[in-house]
């Protein structure tokens, strides 16, 4: 799968790179919640997106909802603990990961799951990743960028003021502390033309 798009001049498509994710800047967002993000932590990011576009094998999904079955507006596809990452950058990315978040974590990253985000209609509507974990436990999403920038949305649960980060080409962001259980976060629809995005997000054992 080939999608046209325009990468970030600054980044090209040079080697692809990962370091330790050094240089965070965190933002506390209440309830014992917090947000780090680092801007182009992956180089050669166009490159990345480049190779995960068109050798991953995306999944269509389609799911119930009220009375109808409608597509996912975005194409997926989740690795295991147990399964081979699509290309080396991203087990460098989960192992640097765990070991800079351990003592927070308190466990590795171990799941790997892809969003691709083809165009402006591509979303995910607000969410919290809860699925198996109890209603009192935190855990750590960390999420890394490639493709065109998006749009990230987080707001409290139950409503009100949301915090938005516009993430792409290589950045880093990472939900920790309460941020699963207090805060959602969503990708809205954009109402202007946007190039394609492939989210690579890195969770604990259980949380798909």
Not at 60 to 76: C, F, G, I, N, S
Not at 85 to 111: I, K
Not at 127 to 143: E, F, L, S, Y
């Amino acid at each position: 799968m080939s999608t046209p798009w325009q990468g970030s001049l600054l980044d090209g498509f040079g080697a692809i790179e990962v370091g330790a994710p050094t240089g965070m800047r965190r933002t506390a967002l209440g309830h014992g919640a917090w947000v780090d993000v680092l801007p182009g932590w992956i180089c050669g990011a166009d490159a990345l997106f480049d190779q995960l576009a068109n050798n991953v094998t995306w999944q269509a999904e389609r799911r119930p909802m009220y009375d109808r079955v409608v597509d996912v507006p975005r194409l997926l596809r989740f690795y295991g603990a147990d399964e081979d990452l699509p290309h080396p950058a991203l087990d460098t990315a989960r192992a640097a990961l765990s070991a800079h978040y351990r003592a927070e974590l308190g466990e590795p990253f171990r799941t790997v799951g892809l969003c691709y985000y083809r165009d402006e209609r591509d979303s995910v509507a607000w969410h919290g990743d809860t699925i198996g974990r109890g209603a009192t436990d935190d855990t750590m999403v960390a999420i890394a960028s490639v493709g065109a920038p998006r749009a990230l949305l987080l707001r409290p649960r139950g409503g009100g003021a949301s915090v938005r980060f516009r993430v792409g080409h290589g950045d880093l962001l990472v939900m920790g502390g309460s941020c699963q259980r207090t805060w959602e976060h969503a990708v809205p629809k954009s109402r202007k033309p946007t190039g394609p995005r492939i989210s690579i997000q890195f969770r604990p054992r259980g949380v798909r």
